[in-house]
């Protein structure tokens, strides 16, 4: 199975390969919007290089600076991935705007928007990669790169639809405008990764499938407690970090107590592979009525 580093490391190959295709086809065709294209994929190859580097220094084990791991410095990647996409898009508004208060001239040649769509089809299907290994591997810096390409790929059927229109009927607007169009959509998209940056920052929840995933192993596995409740979970990259109060009867033995958490922790843990489990033990003096999970 690959992992999330060998993942990282052809992903910045694909960046590469696909950038010297885009870098071509703009050079053949003289199109802003293609160029603007291209100018995107630099940007995705320096996020390449950075998912990488987040993912690499992520993967070292907890130590005594960070006794809770690394993994949230996948998180980062998203806020460098906004201010180069930001960067890019202003770069793109800028060679936009000089066509149009210049005469520009649009001549699309078929050879150059063949590169555009071999381009645009390898970035297509590498989105959808990290895409679904990100999320089943549950990494914050690959996922949010799959979406980055992923926006890269709508941009470049934008662009290809604008510089062969300019091409065609001598409307030569067209191109500069959807440069404009595509700055605008690499900002939107840059917005949304930010966002769900800093919601992991934040530590934010898990989802509700995971949520309902986390109550269904206490209240199945629980036997010999009474409930849990003052259930948080909260996602870090990877690693998902539980913590609830489980209630038993306060005649049992400690052994008794700890062998429920056992169960209950190899349960979690066979649903939620990379999770961290803390569990308070409670007598039934401790119970409470709301939104606790009976057992």
Known sequence: MS?????????LVVAVVVLALKALAAWWSGSVALFSDAVESIVNVATALVVLAAIVYAARPADAGHPYGHEKAEYFVAMIEAVL???AAFAILSEAWQALTSDHVVDVPGHAVAVAVVAAAINGIWSYVL???????RSAALTADGWHLFA??????????????ASVTGIVILDPLLAIAVALHILWSGWRILKSSIDGLM?????????ELIRTAIASEGGGAIQ??????????????????????GEISVREAHDICDRIETALTERLSNSQITIHVEPETKSKSRDSIAI
């Not at 992992?3 to 992903?11: D, E, N, R, V």
């Open 228 to 249: 849990a409740h003052d259930l948080k979970a909260r996602q870090a990259g990877p690693v998902t970090f539980i913590e609830f109060h489980l209630v038993v009867n």
């Open 3 to 11: 992992t999330p580093i060998s993942i990282a490391w052809k992903s």
């Open 203 to 211: 530590d934010s929840a898990p989802d509700s499938r995971t949520i």
């Open 152 to 165: 890269d790929v709508l941009s470049t059927a934008g662009v290809l639809v604008g510089a062969v229109l």
């Open 85 to 87: 996409i930001g960067a």
């Open 131 to 137: 895409i679904a290994r990100g999320r089943e591997l």
